[in-house]
């Protein structure tokens, strides 16, 4: 038999007086009037321009720019992750040929700056007349002029894509190292091949360790794509300046860039979390609710304790 | 005279010059049940990795169901088998081990649909239904659509034990099943093992279950420092061992 205690023996809740913190409101007033000052900065000083920002934020040219901004930042990553994946398996494979040649590929394109590859791929034409199809050494089949072909678009994806590709193998060899040996293990001892056992296996798993940097990296290669101004492709930070070398002004123009650019990365990181979702599912007992269903919730409580 | 399930001669397994087998002959006929005992360190889960190739014998002749694992003989020289081939082989073995090693990203039926399916190409209507019927046989009718990480210990086992049944093996490896769970749930993972050595299927079982051995091994062997010390009935090694060292271990876990 257990020995009851009766109510009345529960001490008071305890209610004491806040202890007072002089610091914190210091604080608060100071980074409040250095913010004030901004925002006063950001709305009297005619040269921002707010009403050319205004009368530029969707013209066409503009639109252009995002366009081939978005372009080149999708296929520099679909190249980046589709390569980084092929070269993090060539470096942990147990073939001392393909691991050699993928820690030099990793070690040439993260040891040169992005900048100097695009400008590089930019004067191949300097360095090879013509790609050509056909057997190694022997006859060739088709060919085609590299002028042509390499147009600065197109150099600019390939120096943006292959370079990231060389860290993508490092992210995606990160991950693949974080799955358990015994699910591989486990894959093997079911008749499941090598590559049955990466795709099936093993790769959704390390997709968890993967994703977030990957998010990290897409954004980065948004605002790196702005190097491709150099070789003058019309991505977003060209088009805006291009409109600015004719109307000189610079300021609200770069105001536009920089507008269009946080709105971009804004929805890659909305969208970063759908995908980590996707990927965690198994991994925790519930599923993080996505925004839509914390609003959801919060208002539920909020109604719940307003009826109490 | 039957082939046997497995025949191992005289297996050597070394890891860099640390020698774990040291000559191990062993016999397990089809529809046995063979109990691995011995200390830890004494190279029982070696060797049951042996059997489907997870581990690379040194030296010996290792044979499941009469053909050698891992390579082939043409004449007096061995030829390494293609890991497809090796591949091919482990679909007749199945293995469950001690970390139950479910793949966490898929459901409980997915982890037993996925081999039949992928590997075998069996049609999947076929499969769901034979992995719903191994979940209900295994006690998680319920548990269909669970994913590893919200079932107990014992849960996952019996899903990982249904998940080597899918394939339909002639022979079960447990590599001390129920060495990671609580004490409360090894029961449900013994009877479950328990059922499926009454249904004839061979197994060989690395476990520190003493009593289970007692009760459903057909042969008990004792290993210790990679070599066998002795082998028999479980009323041989178990109830009247006659070395001094199967006798030391059994006083320490009885």
């Known amino acids: 038999m257990t020995a009851e205690v009766p109510a009345s023996e529960r001490p008071a809740d305890i209610r004491a007086v806040p202890a007072r913190h002089p610091g914190r409101w210091v604080a608060t007033a100071v980074v409040l009037v250095l913010l004030a000052m901004q925002v006063h900065l950001l709305f009297t000083n005619k040269n921002f321009g707010w009403s050319v920002v205004r009368r530029y934020l969707f013209n066409p040219i503009v639109r252009r720019g995002i366009v081939t901004t978005m372009e080149l930042t999708i296929l520099a990553m679909v190249i980046g992750v589709f390569l980084g994946i092929v070269l993090a398996v060539m470096r942990l494979s147990k073939n001392p040929v393909t691991s050699w040649v993928s820690w030099v590929y990793i070690w040439f394109f993260r040891g040169t700056p992005v900048l100097v590859q695009i400008i590089f791929w930019f004067n191949i034409n300097l360095l090879i007349k013509s790609f050509s199809l056909g057997v190694p050494f022997g006859p060739t089949f088709v060919s085609w002029k590299v002028n042509s072909l390499i147009t600065p678009f197109v150099a600019a994806v390939l120096a943006l894509g292959l370079n990231e590709a060389a860290y993508m193998a490092e992210i995606v060899r990160a991950g693949l190292l974080s799955v358990d040996e015994g699910q591989t293990e486990a894959a093997y001892a079911l008749g499941m091949t090598r590559l049955g056992t990466l795709i099936r296996i093993v790769l959704p798993q390390a997709m968890r360790v993967i994703i977030p940097p990957t998010g990290n990296e897409t954004i980065s290669m948004l605002k790196t794509s702005s190097l491709a101004y150099t070789i003058s492709v019309l991505e977003l930070l060209r088009a805006t300046q291009s409109i600015a070398a004719r109307n000189l002004e610079t300021i609200p123009l770069l105001l536009v860039a920089s507008i269009w650019y946080i709105v971009m990365t804004s929805v890659l990181t909305g969208g970063q979390f759908y995908v980590e979702r996707y990927f965690a599912r198994g991994a925790s007992r519930t599923m993080p609710s996505t925004p839509l269903q914390m609003i959801r919730s919060n208002l539920r409580t909020l109604g719940g304790r307003r009826r109490r | ?254």
Do not use: W
């Not at chain 2, 860099?16 to 397990?28: A, M, S, W």
């Not at chain 2, 070696?46 to 489907?52: A, D, Q």
């Not at chain 2, 239904?129 to 210990?153: F, H, M, T, W």
């Open chain 2, 1 to 254: 005279m039957t082939t046997l399930m497995v025949d191992a001669q005289s297996i050597h397994k070394s890891f860099g010059i640390n020698e774990v087998l040291k000559g191990i002959t062993l016999e397990v006929e089809p529809g046995e049940v063979v109990c691995l005992l011995g200390p830890s360190g004494s190279g029982k889960s070696t060797f049951l990795r042996c059997i489907n190739h997870l581990e690379k014998i040194n030296a010996g002749r290792l044979y499941v169901d009469g053909e050698l694992v891992g390579y082939r003989q043409q004449g007096d020289r061995l030829h390494e088998l293609h890991d497809k081939e090796i591949a091919r082989k482990r679909t007749e073995i199945g293995m469950v081990f001690q970390n139950f090693n479910l793949f966490p990203h898929m459901t409980a039926l997915e982890n037993i649909t996925e081999a039949p399916t992928r590997v075998k190409g069996e049609p999947k209507h076929d499969v769901n239904a034979r992995a719903r019927d191994l979940l209900a046989k295994v006690g998680l009718s319920e548990k269909v659509g669970a994913y590893p990480r919200q079932l107990s210990g014992g849960q996952q086992q019996r899903v990982a034990i249904a998940r080597a049944l899918a394939m339909r093996p002639k022979l079960m490896l447990f590599d001390e099943p129920t060495s990671a769970l609580d004490p409360e749930l090894v029961g449900d993972v013994l009877a479950v093992m328990r059922d499926l050595a009454r249904s004839g299927m061979t197994m060989v079982v690395v476990t520190h279950e003493i009593g289970f051995a007692r009760e459903v091994a057909d042969k008990v062997v004792f290993m210790d420092g990679g070599v066998v010390v002795e082998q028999g009935l479980p009323s041989e090694v178990i109830s009247n061992p006659r070395h001094e060292r199967t006798k030391a271990f059994l006083a320490q876990v009885l």
